[in-house]
């Protein structure tokens, strides 16, 4: 089902689960500078404000971080891929939070293209239909009936596309959407993430650890919700929704052409996890990444990630103790500034003008284990 409408909160992230699963913008085997640079900040490092004056990065800095990002920009939950965009740069993310718009015209195309390839082949698994919503409680009420649509799909050994998963990590919420599920011919459920690819070439292998971090905590969170782990509580809670709240008249009707006799998004909460229990859903067997080539469809290569859960926890942990407010943003390593060639913020950017000299005063990123 797809979305329409403007919910009561304001917030873009309110309706859910638009976790960004295409990865191509960051074009990695350009190595020439980018040429979108925030309007190209001067010397100062100056930036517009929305009445067209320019102020300055330090002053414009002060006014955010006095409080811990999560409350610096009102979230509520993460996405899958804003902690797997820390795994390529931090400092990178931490501006798209901070200076939202300022994405390249070329790269929106890039994303454009990849989004379209992505809803093609879901498309191929089953319709869209779209519901009318009003309220954060539709918009997620819509995913929880795309998860019960699904999960007999699932239990049939078919295959089905764009599936939500939600689940609170380290005491956060974390949501996103898995590209793809289905059984391989050794009955193994296996995940699939489509990462298109404007050129056909596959990516360096510092995309490919973002891209193989992604997975492995789409696989962690879906477990978690298969198992049993995931609460409505914490949900409610994380989430600030009120389950009592009557649903839009749009989204009643698809439920009942559904087959689900419910009233609020409490019933249907109640059924989902309750589906989930009972449904006797296996874990995720196999985590697979598939490179196409955007323009020819071409699949440029495959490559099936070891689940490492030791690996992951501690990197999930690292990351979110940016959200927490418990350490700063830090940039990449020297070396890997190579990075910095392509990033829009590269002109703005602090811990590039400093060297990367912050990191002897934080908390050192986790390491892979050899």
């Not at 989430?239 to 689900?260: T, W, Y």
């Not at 390593?333 to 912050?358: M, N, S």
Request: glycine share 6%.
């Amino acid at each position: 089902m797809a979305e329409t409408g403007e919910e009561e909160t304001t917030s873009a992230e309110a309706s859910g689960f638009s976790d960004m699963s295409d990865s191509e913008f960051l074009d990695l085997e350009d190595t020439q500078e980018s040429s979108a640079s925030l309007s190209k900040p001067g010397p100062s490092s100056e930036l517009p404000e929305k009445d067209g004056k320019l102020i300055s990065l330090p002053k414009w800095k002060g006014r955010l971080d006095a409080l811990p990002p999560m409350e610096r920009f009102h979230l509520k939950y993460l996405y899958v891929t804003d902690l797997s965009t820390q795994n390529w740069c931090e400092q990178q993310m931490v501006y798209e939070k901070e200076l939202p718009g300022f994405l390249a015209p070329e790269k929106a195309a890039v994303l454009d293209t990849g989004a379209s390839i992505h809803l093609a082949r879901e498309l191929e698994v089953h319709d869209l239909v779209t519901v009318s919503i009003t309220t954060k409680e539709d918009a997620w009420a819509v995913k929880f009936l795309n998860i019960l649509s699904m999960i007999p799909i699932l239990q049939s050994e078919g295959r089905i596309r764009e599936f939500p998963v939600f689940g609170e990590v380290e005491g956060v919420l974390l949501v996103g959407v898995i590209d793809e599920l289905h059984y391989t011919a050794k009955g193994e459920l296996e995940l699939v993430e489509l990462k298109t690819r404007r050129r056909p070439v596959l990516p360096l292998e510092a995309q490919k650890m973002k891209d193989r971090f992604q997975v492995s905590l789409y696989k962690y969170v879906f477990d978690a919700m298969v198992q049993g782990k995931v609460t409505s509580t914490g949900l409610i809670h994380h989430a600030a929704l009120h389950p009592e709240k009557p649903l839009g008249p749009s989204v009643l009707m698809h439920a009942q052409q559904g087959g689900f006799s419910v009233k609020s998004l409490g019933d249907l909460m109640e059924l989902v996890f309750l589906s989930l229990t009972l449904s006797d859903l296996p874990v995720i067997d196999v985590l697979k990444i598939e490179y196409i080539h955007q323009e020819t469809a071409t699949v440029l290569g495959a490559e099936t990630v070891a689940f490492e859960e030791k690996e992951l926890r501690s990197k999930v942990q690292h990351y979110l103790a940016y959200w927490t407010g418990h350490r700063e943003p830090q940039g990449v390593d020297v070396e890997e500034a190579w990075k910095c060639r392509t990033c829009t913020y590269a002109g703005i950017c602090e811990w590039r003008k400093g060297g990367g000299v912050h990191h002897a005063k934080l908390e050192p990123q986790a390491k892979k284990a050899k």
